[in-house]
């Protein structure tokens, strides 16, 4: 596994919080459909929200509906292009494959996760797609920011479903 340092930047804690408010809202509005707590958020590089999301899957039967690609597709709106060149991207969790390839595609510039994901975790538990040498764009990573509070959201989520009643 891959670890990066973790950044030096205050704001990247700032960020996760923002994430972590998408995951709890997501949770209390739509906790009946069971989508995984997972929150993310997109800013420019002046800090201001591009978009921000929640996982969607099971509410909306769309197998692509990840927080981060739901955040991705606000922003991209938002800014008028699919290029979200200078933005940073926020999620609660370690980005899979899928993730990790729309952060690539869309150009963002930084990527903070909170919790590492070791069994589906694309930037630096299972692999490491973002920082591939042999992409044409790799975004920095600062990892487990807040990595306890977005952990311990998961582990409740699912401590619950795996609790009888």
Do not use: Y
């Amino acid at each position: 596994m891959t670890r990066p340092a973790r950044s030096g930047r205050r704001d990247d804690e700032r960020l996760v919080r923002l994430a972590l408010a998408q995951a709890r809202s997501a949770l209390l509005a739509g906790g009946a459909a069971g989508d995984v707590p997972i929150g993310a958020v997109v800013v420019d590089g002046r800090g201001r929200v591009l978009g921000a999301g929640a996982n969607e899957r099971e509410a909306t039967g769309d197998p692509t509906a990840h927080a981060e690609v739901v955040a991705l597709r606000r922003a991209a709106a938002a800014n008028g292009s699919w290029r979200l060149e200078g933005a940073t991207l926020a999620v609660t969790l370690e980005p899979c494959t899928m993730c990790a390839g729309a952060l690539v595609q869309a150009r963002v510039a930084r990527v903070v996760f909170g919790a590492w994901d070791p069994k589906a975790g694309a930037v630096g538990s299972l692999w490491d797609v973002v920082r591939d040498p042999r992409l044409n764009h790799r975004p920095e990573v600062v990892a487990g920011v807040l990595e306890g509070e977005c952990g311990g959201l998961l582990r409740a989520f699912f401590g619950e479903r795996r609790t009888p009643p």
